[in-house]
């Protein structure tokens, strides 16, 4: 089993004519990835072509839903239209609207979410990296990719990894792959003080999955949402899991990187996580090159096979 997509998840690209929607288009297309549709208002009755491939583009997501059936999009849409972009797709009734954009006023985004109240999509983002359930074909081909995450990085199994970074995503999947352990999902969050799906939503979801034997949580400094987390895995979560916490040099008061990740709080500091994280059964890496490492210590510790 995967969460959230699998092989199977029709998507649809909004913005799939500009530069960066279209590479990334391309490279999920090659991955296997059930690309239905594209979304550019204006262009609507023109193709993309890739290969053998040849999409239709739709001028709106509703247009483009009734037309192919999709159930999931993906957001490449500057940031000043991008928030539009996510209702447009809330308002199709997608059960999945995955926003790559960042830079997306915080002030829109506090609209989006009290927009989306009560309505059925699941936002992934903004200022992600997106979603990869892997395939079992050759470089894990056959599964399902949606956003910016290398697909041939990734290998089907057993672990799930939810991550606010990008970058520390992918480098807790290779290491994951290189010790021939598998991915169910990995599930990148992004790093806006203002997101659709938390640490929390994720881990929920890997830990109902029986497929889902073990789990990567990388967080960093700013807001409480890792201290959220650990505690409910404290309570709920008998699976092995390991954290990251990146962050732990930056001063407080200055914003390191990603929008949220600004330290306000007791909480907020890389220390305060991973002392929190400690407390809670999780097992830290001490530097990011030790993710998967401390993975399987607490799975040995534990007697549960990752493979």
Same mark, same amino acid.
């Given at each position: ?5 699998? #092989? ?9 004519? @500009?530069?960066?929607?279209?590479? *990334? ?24 072509? *890739? @290969? ?5 583009? +739709? ?16 957001? +490449?849409? /500057? ?8 209702? #447009? &797709? ?43 359930? /892997? ?52 599930? &990148?969050?992004?790093?806006? /003080? ?20 073990? %789990? ?6 700013? @807001?409480?949402? #890792? ?5 409910? %895995? ?8 390991? &954290? ?8 407080? &008061?200055?914003?390191?990187? *990603? ?23 999780? #097992? ?24």
């Amino acid at each position: 089993m995967a969460i959230i997509v699998n #092989e199977k998840t029709k998507v649809l690209v909004q913005g799939i004519t @500009g530069e960066f929607g279209g590479r *990334h288009t391309k490279l999920s297309l090659d991955y296997g990835t059930q690309i239905v549709a594209g979304v550019t208002p204006g262009k609507g009755g023109q193709f993309f072509e *890739h @290969g053998a491939h040849r999409v239709p583009i +739709f001028n709106t997501v509703s247009d483009a839903v009734a037309a192919t059936g999709a159930t999931a999009a993906a957001v +490449f849409v /500057p940031p000043p239209f991008a928030a539009d972009a996510i209702l #447009e &797709g809330v308002d199709a009734n997608l059960d999945l609207c995955v926003a790559i954009t960042e830079g997306i006023p915080i002030r829109d985004m506090v609209q989006v979410k009290r927009a989306m109240l009560g309505r059925k999509t699941r936002l992934i983002g903004p200022n992600c990296p997106g979603i990869v359930t /892997p395939g079992a074909g050759p470089d894990s081909s056959g599964g399902c990719r949606i956003g910016i995450a290398p697909g041939y990085i990734h290998r089907k199994g057993h672990v799930g990894v939810v991550s606010r970074s990008g970058t520390l995503t992918y480098e807790a999947v290779f290491q994951l792959t290189s010790k021939g352990l598998g991915q169910t999902t990995s599930v &990148g969050i992004g790093g806006d /003080p203002v997101n659709g799906t938390s640490h929390l939503d994720v881990l929920k979801m890997f830990n109902d999955d029986p497929d889902t034997w073990g %789990i990567i949580m990388i967080g960093e400094i700013g @807001g409480n949402a #890792e201290a959220e987390a650990a505690r409910w %895995i404290k309570a709920n979560c008998q699976k092995p899991v390991a &954290g990251f916490i990146a962050g732990a040099t930056a001063p407080a &008061g200055r914003r390191m990187g *990603h929008a949220g990740a600004v330290i306000g709080g007791a909480e907020d500091t890389a220390a305060a996580k991973i002392a929190i994280f400690k407390e809670c059964g999780i #097992e830290c890496a001490v530097t990011p090159s030790d993710m998967a490492d401390a993975l399987l210590r607490i799975a040995q510790a534990r007697g549960v096979k990752l493979a």
